[in-house]
């Protein structure tokens, strides 16, 4: 039976402990209740916090001194501290020509007179390691042992929860290829820096003709070379810079202040430290790096605007070949009248109408449709004061929305009743289908993320991701109003079209569930006022 004032330390100590799985609140509970209970000169604790040999010290109080962060106590000594009960008092005698001890530490336990050991036990196996600085002479009394085993056998399974939710937490946020963080802990964290009005730049390093690197040396030689890259970048960021794999071949970083300058320089070094390395490697690929940045808040004056605009700037770093490095500016966007970029989207025309003639072939509906598609995407991306640029890249997402489809079978595209199931599912892979043609085509992989997004649904139930809300891509949420538009009112050779009335009933029936609300009211203003036609 403990005394009332241990039993409340006890009580205190789970109390506070359970509602955390912070393990350094939990390492400061346990010592401020040990300081409490045991009245001792000084406390080291030690945890082994990668189940190898090493015990690194979380926690000191008092009088102790530790030279290294870290101890490698023999095996003989955690299984004799077992054998204790995980208790040892180390008097003289125990000190002396220890086997168990090496003499570094045998004299060390002596100097900062370490009177006793108690082992944090998780089952079996010693997780920790508590030394306890206190007079030799110190007599522990049964209660003490019974209070501080029940305290480190409650730290133990507390701890251990702890680890096992940071390891979980942290492998939901890191890319398991490179150990750097994945693209879901990027929008994090871009979010946050804004939200708390964080100077920031946001550099983005796209490795040019990865696809093509891949196909040609193999999958392994592709995973190299990112891992190369992941590694070239750990080495030059500071400890305050954040890096991610964003995309397959697409890094970020994130690095304190808003200066362009700063974060074109760092950029700079990375890449240079990328190609250096690469130039031991035996392959005969010459690696280029396009890079794009954008600030906050000196340039961008949110989250997704930071966002987009490094997007953009890598966009118009590849118009201009590869391996630029460009910073976006304000007024970017107007070089879409310039001749380089209308060229580029007339170099690429005649390839997005010859793949969707194609389709054509197999479905003479699927042109006509991608066509009315691109049109009305195109009316409402004008509405909403879209840049230019964006408004060609909305055009070129619509009409090649649904070239996936060249790869469905015939019987299931003329098909004029109810798919079953089996069809339908072979049905959606046209998404997918199309993305991995679009990346085929020379400087059009910028639409991927509109034709991959435009059968996600606005409430998370839509295909392939399953995305939700703002997490579907802005210009995929234009095109899937426009689709379903034309869908419902094109005439097909077995279905007749629906009226406008009904498929604007339709729009609004499904506004907040299939479709953005904001974007769908828009839509059906422009329906309203004559500017979309049928």
């Keep these: 039976m403990l005394s009332e004032h241990k039993d409340t330390i006890l ?35 030690t945890q082994n916090l990668n189940t190898r040999r090493s015990f690194y010290t979380v926690r000191r109080w008092g009088d ?24 040892l008092v180390t008097g003289s005698d125990f000190l002396t020509d220890n086997p168990l001890l090496t003499p570094r530490q045998s004299r060390w336990l002596a100097q900062q007179n ?18 306890i600085a206190d007079d030799a002479d110190h007599i522990y009394t049964e209660e003490e042992l019974v209070c501080l085993d029940r305290i480190c056998y409650y730290a133990a399974y507390l701890l251990r929860n702890a ?8 492998a939901s946020i890191t890319d398991s290829l490179t150990s750097l963080y994945n693209r ?39 995973d190299n070379l990112i891992t190369l890259c992941a590694q070239a970048i750990l080495s030059k960021i500071s400890p305050s810079d954040l890096a991610f794999r964003y995309g397959t071949d697409v890094f970020m970083i994130l690095t304190q202040g808003d200066d362009p300058t700063s974060a074109g320089a760092l950029a700079n070094e990375i890449i240079h430290n990328i190609i250096s390395l690469r130039s031991k490697n035996d392959t005969v690929w010459d690696t280029s790096i396009t890079c794009g940045i954008s600030t906050f808040p000196s340039i961008s004056p949110d989250a997704k605007t930071l966002l987009h605009n490094a997007e953009q700037a890598i966009y118009y770093g590849k118009l201009g070949g590869k391996g630029h490095l460009t910073v976006y500016r304000t007024g970017l966007e107007t070089r879409s009248t310039d001749s380089n970029l209308r060229t580029a989207y007339e170099r690429v025309a005649p390839t997005i109408y010859a793949l969707t003639a194609a389709i054509d072939a197999k479905d003479s509906y699927t042109f006509i449709h991608s066509m009315n598609v691109s049109k009305y995407a195109v009316i409402l991306a004008r509405d909403l004061g879209m840049s230019e640029n964006d408004i060609e890249l909305v055009r070129d ?3 090649l929305h649904d070239i996936g489809k060249i790869s469905i079978p015939e019987r299931i595209l003329q098909k004029t009743s109810q798919l079953t199931p089996e069809e339908y599912e072979i049905m959606k892979t046209h998404v997918e289908n199309s993305t991995k043609m679009i990346r085929y085509l020379p400087h059009m992989d910028y639409v991927i993320p509109a034709v991959l997004g435009h059968h996600e649904r606005y409430d998370g139930t839509g295909y392939p991701r399953g995305l939700a809300g703002e997490d579907i891509p802005y210009m995929a949420r234009i095109l899937t109003i426009a689709d379903c538009f034309d869908a419902m009112t094109a ?8 009226s406008v009335s009904y498929a604007v009933s339709e ?12 974007l769908v009211n828009v839509f059906i203003r422009l329906i309203n006022e004559g500017k979309i036609t049928v």
């Design 163 to 170: 680890n096992l939710y940071y390891n979980a937490y942290h």
């Design 507 to 518: 729009l609004k029936k499904n506004s907040g569930t299939q479709f953005d609300p904001e």
């Design 184 to 222: 879901k802990h990027a929008f994090e964290c871009i979010k946050d820096a804004c939200s708390t009005d964080t100077p920031i730049s946001l550099i983005l390093l796209d490795i040019d003709d990865f696809k093509l690197y891949n196909e040609l040396y193999g999958a392994t030689e592709g």
């Design 64 to 87: 102790i001194f530790f030279e290294k962060d870290y101890s490698v106590p023999s095996d003989a000594f955690l299984e004799e501290i077992l054998h204790q009960k995980g208790f």
């Design 114 to 131: 370490i009177h006793a050991i108690k082992a944090i036990r998780y089952q079996q196996a010693v997780i920790g390691l508590l030394y």
């Design 491 to 498: 005439r097909r050779p077995y279905k007749k079209p629906l």
């Design 11 to 45: 009580e205190n100590f789970l109390s506070s402990a359970i509602r955390t799985l912070n393990t350094d609140e939990i390492y400061n509970i346990l010592i401020d209740s040990l300081i409490l209970m045991l009245n001792p000169q000084g406390l080291l604790l």
């Design 397 to 399: 997402a619509g009409m």
